[in-house]
């Protein structure tokens, strides 16, 4: 089996996550302590026009975590007449900050189901949820897989909503030739560890829109005045020339409720690394994640996991695999048998509104939403990143035949 990029190896021999940091971004950052410029300045700025070209769209706007992410670009829509208490409908399944970030937002999740071969929002659903109070809807790309976006925009159109995506595990996806993300009118990703560009912790929202750029970089940091991209750079050569137009200093004047959420520039380097190595990361994990996918077949009818539809690309987050009904064993026992045997896993997440405890107070009972509880007690996802490769994908494959053979399955091994 192959090591690791940095030559170490944990205790998994296919442990879930990584992250890829080269020579020039340890140099970068050693640069960076020396010159003790630290917060939010050009890295930051290069990382966002970076990001910004890569999902083709024309802003980026970088924050400290996905979830702030979520939430900065659903705060944005009380510039547009949003009031705290109106509606953001979201998938039933997710990790669990999506339907936090709404909470934290001002608004109310209106949950929806999901299905269950693509993992992603029903959307025949979702105009059966809409109320005079829905302000947006918030599909989530789940494992990288492209939610129906069609379908969603023209539901957003009739009845006058936003879309934002939460793109947090969808890096490289497509949908129809467009990078995911960038489709709706804000897109929000996560930078964390385990995913496809990183920054350690981190987050970034995308958007066609210069306006609704401008009143995120508000919102990020305290909900000054000033929205221009100077203001994050803290060098002096670039000072703001608008800082002291018609009003006394704009960079400490408040016109909205922000938050505290910027990115600082040790982040900015190992994202900017992270771009560097985007193009090889995203085929390792696609070449990993169809090693699997490709042979998934001879599983059936006991586990499922998902596929790459027509017209769609898979950023590859993570392989989900699904214990069917019928199955001799649990999750539970799925999940001893591969962490015993060196496979790190994952729960494949919980129906937010009924299996979160946070999400009781919102008054759902368990069975309103059957598609996300069901992958909720019986899904898992194991890691599908850069520094796995064949002889790890091998080894998972043969992991799950033993598992099945265990109960005297004996499967169809090579029938692809
Ligand atoms: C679908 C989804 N949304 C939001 C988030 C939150 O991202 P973060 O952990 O960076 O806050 C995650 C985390 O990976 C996620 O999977």
Redesign the pocket.
């Known amino acids: 089996m192959s090591e690791t990029r940095n030559g170490k190896r944990g205790a998994f021999k296919v442990p879930f996550g990584t992250i890829s940091i080269p020579e020039q971004t340890k140099r970068m950052i050693a640069d960076l302590l020396e010159s003790r410029r630290l917060s939010s300045g050009r890295y930051v700025r290069e990382f966002e026009k970076r990001f910004a070209d890569l999902l083709q769209v024309e802003e980026a706007v970088a924050v400290s975590?996905?979830?702030d992410a979520?939430v900065l670009a659903l705060s944005v829509l009380h510039d547009y007449g949003a009031h705290r208490g109106d509606e953001v409908i979201v998938p039933a399944l997710?990790?669990v900050?999506?339907g936090s970030a709404v909470v934290h937002a001002g608004f109310r999740p209106v949950f929806v189901d999901i299905e269950r071969e693509t993992l992603n929002i029903d959307t025949r659903l979702i105009e059966g949820a809409i109320t005079q109070k829905t302000r947006a809807i918030l599909p989530?790309h789940?494992m990288g897989k492209p939610a129906d976006m069609d379908a969603i925009t023209a539901i957003a159109k009739r009845h006058k909503l936003f879309v934002i995506e939460?793109a947090?595990?969808a890096h490289g996806a497509f949908y129809k030739d467009r990078p995911v993300g960038g489709i709706g009118d804000m897109g929000a990703f996560?930078?964390?560890l385990a995913?496809i560009i990183s920054t350690c912790?981190g987050?970034i929202v995308v958007t066609h829109n210069e306006e609704y750029a401008g009143i995120l970089r508000s919102l990020r940091s305290h909900g000054r005045a000033c929205k221009c991209r100077i203001c994050i750079l803290n060098t002096t050569p670039d000072r703001c020339p608008n800082r002291f137009k018609n009003i006394e200093d704009r960079r400490f004047t408040n016109e909205r409720i922000g938050y505290s959420c910027k990115m600082n520039e040790l982040e900015a380097a190992i994202g900017l690394g992270n771009l560097d190595l985007y193009e090889e990361i995203l085929e390792k994990r696609r070449r990993n994640l169809f090693h699997i996918l490709d042979r998934f077949e001879e599983f059936h009818p006991f586990l499922s996991t998902m596929r790459e539809g027509p017209g769609e690309r898979i950023g590859p987050m993570a392989i989900p695999i699904i214990v069917q009904e019928g199955a001799p064993f649990t999750r539970a026992e799925l999940t001893s048998f591969l962490e015993e045997r060196g496979i790190e896993t994952r729960p494949l997440f919980s129906s937010i509104p009924t299996q979160c405890r946070g999400f009781e107070y919102m008054g759902y009972r368990l069975g309103q939403f059957p598609k996300a509880e069901y992958v909720g007690t019986h899904g898992v996802h194991i890691g599908v990143h850069q520094d796995l490769g064949e002889a790890e994908m091998d080894y998972v494959l043969e992991t799950l035949r033993e598992l099945l053979r265990r109960y005297g399955f004996r499967g169809t091994e090579g029938a692809g």
Request: hydrophobic share 30%; charged share 20%; no cysteine.
């Open positions: 975590s996905g979830t979520d997710s990790f900050a999506t989530v789940l939460d947090a595990e996560s930078l964390y995913h912790e987050g």
